[in-house]
């Protein structure tokens, strides 16, 4: 007997399973390779990466928070050359899709790593990351207001090799409007959300706790934001969304999947379950089976 | 697939002083057991489902026979509090074991002092131990008070000379006044090895540069994922690293032992 079916398709590109990682939690598989067969994850979506390498913020970058964590690393990472050669290089036999997260401080840095990462085989997907909230310049400022962010969508649609996917921010008054334009400026898909900026302060020493003093909140405590986020993003657009805030399991994933997600990233979860992701596919299957539903395509947007 | 997440159980716990414990963990019956070097660390998960990231704490001795890891750890916050409030007989989630530990090798045969500040003393026991036989090892202890913690373990381990900021205990002053007092009676080390706060090590750092001493650091850093895949935890270095192009080294992985030449310990 067949089990349900778990694929989904994204903007064409057809996916086992609805499952992926967050962008900056995972690296590009190599180190949680050591816990689990990542080729079962439905995409791998990897850290950002610019034209060069990036050195990030200096430290503490992390800290705890309840039901979360903070963070601020500021997209270190090795630049769109070292990561085709080292890291696309290690992806190329595990069998999953690869998305890569594309970063930038001016329109022309996504434009040319987008346009370098285009022709390079083992990508199925681009996701662009323009809500970063912890670089200064660049990210998030092109993903806070409309019009910017119709411009860079559609510069970066008219010369990417791939499919598109804009990755957008919670910290806006109106999330559906960002992804109409999102969606107007040419964008396949869009994923959402990115973390919610934030800030800790250390009582004792009186200091901030992070070196940058804000950082990007994320875990379960995002979670409800992520589910009334990508309700409205998805009813405001007709390309399909990825939804993505503190998904710790299964019944996480399916809360987004109702609310008009066709795939589902594990962010910050898999640093307290390694395996979180394999997890929540295996709890999406059993789910379908309790339920007698056939397909996970069912579910999308179900609740409305 | 080498590395995993386990449940070990609790099988003694200590108050050491008011602020540190000491607990063993058994490992799982399933549980394949690998050698562990000294200045690896595990990730200890709170019990509490709201904390989700794991605690840094390095191995303070692990009996292999009998399938036990010793972690001494100091109650910093409310997520080591939950661990230091569990019973003998529960279990903890333990990521592990992580890290890069001490270069044993380079210290064979060689006239070693181990240094421990503080919550950096738990690693020298099980690295003092591991190097009985194969150097000279002095160990030197530095507290800030009376209230000492595994110093009858140290002293049945080897050569251990205390010092307390109070002056209480031994020495007054720091690990490297001690240290300095012995060196000016002529027994003067070949090879430091430091586990402590950072003034610490940038004080041994200084010490090992100036007169060219082999010596290895163990670094601190607020981790998230352990594992080297989020870089939560880097740390200056005087190289460029190989993969990321950029002077910057994790302390999870790359760590969190590195000879002191190679790190920049400022910002």
Partial sequence: MNGPDLSVEIAGVRFENPVMTASGTFGSGREYSEFFDIGRLGAIVTKGVSTVPWEGNPVPRVAETPSGMLNAIGLQNPGV????????????DVGTKVIVNVCGKSTEDYLSCVERLGSEERVDMLEINVSCPNVKEGAIAFGQDPKVLFDITDRICRIAGKPVIMKLSPNVTDIAEMAR??????????????????????????????????????????HPVAVRMVYQAAHAVRIPVIGMGGVADAQDALELILAGASGVAVGSAVFNRPDTAIQVIDGIRDYLIRHGIGSVRELIGAVC | MAKTQSLMAIVEKEKLTEDIYRIKLKYGREAKIE?????????????????????????????????????????????????????????????????????????????????????????????????????????????????????????????????????????????????????????????????????????????????????????????????????????????????????????????????????????
């Fill in chain 2, 35 to 267: 050698d562990i070097i000294p200045g690896q660390f595990v990730g200890v998960y709170p019990p509490q489902k709201d904390k989700i990231l794991p605690r840094p704490v390095s191995i303070c001795d692990f009996e292999k026979e009998e399938r036990l890891i010793t972690l001494v750890f100091r109650t910093a916050g409310c997520g080591t509090r939950d661990i230091a409030s569990l019973r003998e007989g529960d279990e903890l989630k333990v990521l592990g074991i992580l890290g890069n530990g001490y270069d044993i090798e380079q210290l064979r045969g060689k006239k070693t002092a181990l240094l421990g500040g503080g919550i950096g003393i738990p690693p020298m026991l099980y690295l003092a131990k591991k190097l009985s036989g194969i150097a000279d090892v002095t160990c030197y202890m530095g507290y800030r008070d009376s209230h000492t913690f595994l110093l009858d373990d140290f002293k049945a381990a080897s050569k251990t000379v205390t010092a307390t900021e109070d002056g209480s205990i031994g020495v007054k002053g720091n690990v490297l006044d001690a240290l300095q007092a012995d060196a000016q009676k002529g027994t003067f080390p070949e090879a430091l090895c430091a586990c402590g706060p950072l003034p610490m090590l940038r004080a041994v750092q200084r010490f090992a540069a100036e007169r060219d001493i082999l010596c290895f650091l163990s670094l601190e850093e607020r981790m998230a994922c352990g594992v080297g895949a989020c870089l939560g935890c880097v740390c200056r270095t005087v190289s460029e690293d190989e993969h990321f192009g950029v002077p910057l080294a994790r302390v999870c992985t790359d760590g969190p032992v590195f000879e002191q030449s190679q790190v920049v310990l400022e910002w």
């Fill in chain 1, 181 to 222: 334009a999102a969606e107007a400026g040419g964008a396949d898909a869009i994923s959402l959300i990115n973390t919610l900026t934030g800030m800790k302060i250390d009582v004792e020493k009186r200091t901030f706790v992070l070196a940058n003093r804000t950082g990007g909140l994320s875990g379960p405590a995002i």
């Fill in chain 1, 81 to 92: 050359e070292t990561f085709i050669r080292e890291d696309l290089a290690f992806l190329k």
